[in-house]
C-alpha cells in the first residue's frame, strides 16, 4: 500500500515543462489544472523507489493510501496506464513515463499463453517482479482461492491501441527502437485478432473472458478504430510500411461510415452483427476523439455541437461538464477533460476555460481527479457479454484516467497525434 501522496512537492520541477514555449505564464485555469495533474501522475510513480518498471493503480481511496473497496477495481488498467504514459510526457517527464511504459512492453513482450503481442485489461499494481508479466488477480479470503475477473484477463482492441500509442509516444521522444517494435507488435496483433471484413469493414472489440473460454466480441466501436487509426497514422510515419497506409485506410474508414451528416455525430459503432449501425446507445468518447485524428474532415466537427446538445451537463444552463451517455445524470470528468482538449484543438479557449475552472474543484485530497461527480453514473453498456442490465458504471473514486487526461488537455497535448494542439499553437 502506498503512503500519502503529496503532489504539490513537485511543483517547482514541472512549472516550466508543463506549458507550450512562448505561452503566457499567468496563472490560467489550465496551468492550475496542468501543475495540480502532473503533480498527482508523478507522485503515482515517484512512490515506489528506483527506476524500475511499475504499473499504476487505477482507482484510489480518497487520501490516495490504497483502494479499500471491492478488489476488481484495484487493478492497473491497461488503458489508465497507457495515457499516464502519455499524460507524464506532455508533463516533460519522461523518465517516469518510461518506469510506466517499460512495463507496459515487458506486458506486450508475452505472458502466460506465450509471445503473442497481447495485452491483459489490468495488471497487479506496483513494481513488476514477474515475468511473463501476470494479469490482474486477487486473493479471495472468503473462498480460499486465487481470483480474476473475466474483463481484466480479456483483450479490448482499443486497450492495445492506447498501449501502442504510449509506446510511439516514447518511442519519438527518447528514439528507443524497442518502444517502436513493441508498439508495431501490438498493432499487428490487433489486425490479426481483430479484423472483420464484414461491411462496413473495420476492426472487432477484442476478446473476453478466461483463457480457456475466451469468447470474441464481434461488434466494432467508433472509439476502438479511431484509437487504430491513430496507431497506424503513427507507424506509417516511423516505419513506413504499406500494411500500416492499408490497415489506417480501414480504420478510418469505418469511423467515416459512423459519421451521421444529417444530426452532425458519430454512432458509436455497430451491434454484434457487425454491420447494423448501434443506434441504442450514445458515447461521448466516440464524438470527441475522431475530430482529434490528424488530417480529419472538418465536417467532424460538428460532433462536438451534438456532444454538447446530449452530453453536456449544465448548472443554471451554463455547461460545466460532460456526461458519459446521454442521460446526463452526473459529469465524468475523464470525458470532460478530452472535451476541453478539443475545444483548444477547435480554437475555442473560453469554452476549455469554463471546463478547466470546473475541474480545479474535482482534485480528491490524495490528488488524483474524480472519476465523477456524484456516487455513480451510468454509460447504458454492459459490464460482459452475459450482463442482461446496463451495469457498467463510473463512480466518484479518485481515477488515474481522468486525471492523465486532464494533464493532457491542460498541456495541450494530442495523444492521438503526439503533437500540441493546433488551434492552441
Known sequence: MISKFRPFAFVCTLAAAIMPTGQAAADTPARQVAVRACGALLARVAAFPGNGPVFLRSYDSALGEGLGVEPVLGGAFTYDNALAIIALHACGEDAAARRVGDALLAAAEGDRLGPAG?????YRPGPLTEHPVPPM????????????????????TGNVAWAALALLTLAEATGDKRYLAGAAKLADWAVATTYDARQPPGFSGGIYGYDDKPDRQTWKSTEHNTDLAAVFDWLIRLQPEEKWRANAQIARGFVAAQWDASSGHFWVGTTPDGSTPNRGNAGLDAQLWPPLLADAPVAWQASIHHAEQAHGVRKENVLTGFDFNDDRDGVWWEGTAQAALLYRALGRRQDADRLFVAMTDQFSPGGMIWATDSAQITTGFALSPTSTTADFFYFRLPHLGATAWAALAATGWNPLTGARVAGDQ
Open 137 to 156: 488477480g486477487w486473493w479471495s479470503e472468503q473462498d480460499k482461492r486465487w481470483v480474476e475477473y473475466p474483463y481484466q484477463v480479456g483483450t479490448a
Open 118 to 122: 497481447r495485452l491483459r485489461n489490468a
